[in-house]
């Protein structure tokens, strides 16, 4: 993506159809890995001990990858995966440069290749929060950190010669596309839901861009939306009236259950970041962002934001694969975090 200039208009577009993937919004992580054997591969998998990221972690394990999980609280960690004897715990914290750097140092000095990286750690709707640099916590925690971290660990996904990085996204996407004149929120009234909206896209165009450096090196890039899972920590910021209003919990206060319209159980949400990190279908692939197991569609550009998330149409929003888009926010990400793509 050195010159945009260089791709068709709607090169991103004409990637973005769904394919006969097998599965469907009812399919598990342990379902779309069947079959395959990861021994001898190695992951690291971030928030990989709570959620769709623990899911993840424990049928890549079950595959027969070795799995490095980074963790800001180790106990936790070593509590939720304490019957998984290939994953090692490792001190990291997204929001922390040096933090990051650290762990990732130890990575490349091990010796190892990665051959899949999903950044699956997120927060949610947080209140206005910053880093020790002043960058607002959800574009910090979910985009700026996962960058520096693929970047940081680049040699390790080459050495592999056939690696895949894989970005969490949600539908929450809509909400918002890169502010790329505030994106920290430094001038602009804070808004929840529009910084969480604004560091999904950046998830989305972040693959999209990564995709086009590393194809060449045999590495591919997704995104994913992984379904609206109410069972996890993610929800932590919401009240019950929020939930009941977002369509994920019943007057009772009982999730809401409907894969077909994205509400699912941990074991579907997390099949889709499996698929995108493991299924040769996609073999040859990449910058494509997914749902249900599948490459999702284009929604139009007008396609409006509605609280409740079953009633989304699926699929991704333009702005947030577009080529120009994407290098935008590849150079600012090098800006912001002084690290930079060689």
Same mark, same amino acid.
């Given at each position: 993506?050195?010159?945009?200039?260089?791709?068709?208009?709607?090169?991103?577009?004409?990637? #973005?159809?769904?394919?006969?993937?097998?599965?469907?919004?009812?399919?598990?992580?342990?379902?779309?890995?069947?079959?395959?054997?990861?021994?001898?591969?190695?992951?690291?998998?971030?928030?990989?001990?709570?959620?769709?990221?623990?899911?993840?972690?424990?049928?890549?394990?079950?595959?027969?990858?070795?799995?490095?999980?980074?963790?800001?609280?180790?106990? %936790?960690?070593?509590?939720?995966?304490?019957?998984?004897?290939?994953?090692?715990?490792?001190?990291?914290?997204?929001?922390?440069?040096?933090?990051?750097?650290?762990?990732? %140092?130890?990575?490349?000095?091990?010796?190892?290749?990665?051959?899949?990286?999903?950044?699956?750690?997120?927060?949610?709707?947080?209140?206005?929060?910053?880093?020790?640099?002043?960058? &607002?916590? @959800?574009?910090?925690?979910?985009?700026?950190?996962?960058?520096?971290?693929?970047?940081?660990?680049?040699?390790?996904?080459?050495?592999?010669?056939?690696?895949?990085?894989?970005?969490?996204?949600?539908?929450?996407?809509? #909400?918002?596309?890169?502010?790329?004149?505030?994106?920290?929120?430094?001038?602009?009234?804070?808004?929840?839901?529009?910084?969480?909206? @604004?560091?999904?896209?950046?998830?989305?165009?972040?693959?999209?861009?990564?995709?086009?450096?590393?194809?060449?090196?045999?590495?591919?890039?997704?995104?994913?939306?992984?379904?609206?899972?109410?069972?996890?920590?993610?929800?932590?910021?919401?009240?019950?009236? &929020?939930?009941?209003?977002?369509?994920?919990?019943?007057?009772?206060?009982?999730?809401?259950?409907?894969?077909?319209?994205?509400?699912?159980?941990?074991? #579907?949400?997390?099949?889709?970041?499996?698929?995108?990190?493991?299924?040769?279908?996609?073999?040859?692939?990449?910058?494509?962002?997914?749902?249900?197991?599948?490459?999702?569609?284009?929604?139009?550009?007008?396609?409006?934001?509605? @609280?409740?998330?079953?009633?989304?149409?699926?699929?991704?929003?333009?702005?947030?694969?577009?080529?120009?888009?994407? &290098?935008?926010?590849?150079?600012?990400?090098?800006?912001?975090?002084?690290?930079?793509?060689?």
């Amino acid at each position: 993506m050195k010159n945009n200039n260089s791709l068709p208009l709607d090169y991103r577009s004409t990637l #973005q159809k769904p394919i006969d993937s097998g599965f469907t919004a009812f399919s598990t992580a342990e379902e779309v890995i069947a079959g395959i054997d990861l021994t001898g591969k190695v992951a690291i998998v971030t928030g990989g001990y709570a959620g769709i990221g623990l899911e993840t972690v424990r049928v890549l394990h079950n595959a027969g990858a070795h799995i490095i999980v980074p963790a800001r609280d180790i106990n %936790k960690a070593m509590a939720a995966l304490k019957n998984l004897s290939r994953v090692e715990v490792r001190e990291m914290d997204l929001m922390n440069p040096d933090s990051v750097s650290s762990f990732t %140092k130890d990575f490349i000095d091990s010796g190892k290749s990665l051959n899949i990286l999903v950044n699956s750690a997120g927060i949610m709707a947080s209140p206005l929060m910053r880093d020790s640099r002043g960058y &607002e916590a @959800q574009f910090s925690t979910n985009h700026l950190g996962h960058f520096q971290l693929t970047l940081q660990l680049w040699s390790a996904l080459v050495k592999s010669k056939d690696a895949r990085v894989v970005s969490v996204s949600l539908w929450g996407h809509r #909400q918002s596309a890169i502010d790329f004149d505030d994106p920290n929120f430094e001038r602009r009234d804070y808004n929840r839901m529009l910084a969480y909206g @604004q560091s999904k896209t950046a998830n989305i165009l972040f693959a999209v861009a990564l995709d086009w450096r590393g194809k060449n090196d045999n590495i591919r890039a997704f995104s994913l939306h992984p379904g609206g899972i109410v069972s996890t920590d993610l929800k932590r910021y919401f009240t019950t009236e &929020e939930l009941e209003l977002a369509g994920m919990i019943d007057k009772e206060g009982k999730p809401i259950l409907d894969p077909e319209r994205s509400l699912k159980t941990i074991a #579907q949400g997390a099949a889709t970041s499996v698929w995108c990190a493991t299924n040769p279908v996609l073999n040859g692939m990449g910058g494509v962002y997914c749902e249900n197991s599948n490459i999702a569609p284009l929604v139009p550009s007008d396609a409006l934001v509605n @609280q409740k998330i079953g009633s989304l149409p699926l699929g991704v929003m333009p702005y947030a694969i577009g080529e120009e888009s994407a &290098e935008k926010l590849w150079e600012l990400s090098e800006k912001l975090t002084g690290v930079v793509f060689n």
